[in-house]
Each structure stands twice: as structure tokens, then as C-alpha cells.
């Protein structure tokens, strides 16, 4: 059976906004520098200097419960299986937004237990808004700092509207709509950060986000719980499942956020 740590909400979602204020102010004062990791993906000091802040926090938090951060990954899979739960984070989500100063960005902390994330909170520091959920519980946006408003994905007919994709400003838009039937009309939504990308499907504004080319499980493990408790799923694209923490590679194959379970994925989603 596992323990509900639902009390432990308000503890993260103030140390994601700590570390995206932190980041917030490096961004609008221009101080940082640039770096190229191993894998040719930018990194930023203010991706590192989130990395540092949420690492003490959330290791004052709960000493017991193992960190996972894109900035401190190389932690071998057999190190990894022995761990019951851990919090997955991507201090900044979209730093290349962040670099070309789209505004476009988020910090991300997840709790995965027995492979399937239960908590998930992302934080977008320029517009202030929280988004976050836990296993069981709902999914909640917090636009200011007073409101807490549940969110649903939305649900339509076909036949009477658009298919509205979320897309990355980052991407070929072909890739995409190649990927897609041409039996139904989509609107295209371009933004920034996967996982606020994935939080508009969760709120309703989009229907579904098309992500191909290279993620990590940190990318995910957040928005999955938030999406699956707004009533949607994020599955790859053969339409099944995600992993968490079951690969040697942290690495998420493509895959498509939906917030409509009952369209017909499988006919909307051309296969590879």
C-alpha cells in the first residue's frame, strides 16, 4: 500500500517557487552563463543554481527519500531499482526558451513510488502560475498566490471543432502535422516548455501535445500525474504507456499528452 505524502504539496510547490524566483532573477537581471553538457543540450548557472536550491531543500525535506535531478543523472539503473520512491526534477524546463528569452519555462518536481509518478508540481516563474496534483486527489492550477482552481482536460465532437495541438516553437511544425491524419482540421498553439505545454492539455486549453525528439523521464513524471488526475494520459506514440525508472536510459521515446481519452487516438496519430 503506499503512504499518502499529499501533506508535503505545500512544501514543494514552495521550494519549485523558490527555485524558479531564483531563476526568474537571473533571467531578468541577464546574469548567467552558458554552457554545452555531453549530450550537446544547453545548460545554464541558472539551471545549476535551481538545481543546487532544490537539492537542499527537498533533501531537508525528506532525508530519506532519494533526488533525481536532470542536472545529476549519471545514477546507474541498478542504484536506481532499490529505490521504492524519489523525487524526479528538471530545475528548468526549457532552457532554450529560457536563453531566447521567451519567457517560456518552468521548474518541475515529481514524486515517482513504485514506478508511477503520484505528485507532480510545475511552477512558471514569469507568469507566477502553479500548476500541481497528487495521485487520487485532482489536478489544481494556482494562478496567484490566493486561488486554487481544479482543472479538467476538455472534451468535444469531432465533427463540430478543431483539434487544438500544442507544439514546440523549437520544432519543425511539418514533423508534426505529418504526424497527424488528414481526416480532421487542428489549430497549432505554439509554445515553449514541455511540461507547461503539457499543463494546457491538463486545463483544457489544448487537446493534445505532440512531442517528437529527445525528452527525459524528468520532462514527464510531473505533468503525468497532473494530466491523468485532469482526466487525460500521456502515452507514447503507439499509444502506450510511459516508464519511469525502469530503463538503463532516461530517455522518453515521442510521445502525445491527450486530454480526450475517447477520441480515436489511434486514427487521429498516424504510426511510425
Known sequence: MRQDLSHLLPNVIEIARSAGQLILDIYLKRDYEEFIKSDDTPVTSADLAAHKLIMERLSELTPDIPILSEEDS??????????????LVDPLDGTQEFIARSGDFATIIALVEKNKPVMGVVYAPVSGVVYYAYQGKGAWKIPDMDENIRIKTHTHELAKQNIAIAISRRQDINRITDR?????????????SAALKAC??????????LRLGPTGEWDTAATQCIVEEAGGTILDTQLTPLSYNLRET???????????????????LTQD
Open 74 to 87: 549519471d545514477i546507474s539503473l541498478a542504484e536506481r531499482e532499490q529505490w521504492e520512491r524519489y523525487w
Open 180 to 192: 497527424m491524419s488528414n481526416k480532421w482540421n487542428y489549430e497549432l498553439m505554439p509554445l515553449g
Open 200 to 209: 494546457l492539455v491538463a486545463e483544457g486549453s489544448a487537446d493534445c501535445y
Open 250 to 268: 532516461l530517455e522518453n521515446p515521442n510521445f502525445i499528452v491527450i486530454g480526450d481519452r475517447n477520441l480515436p487516438w489511434n486514427e487521429i
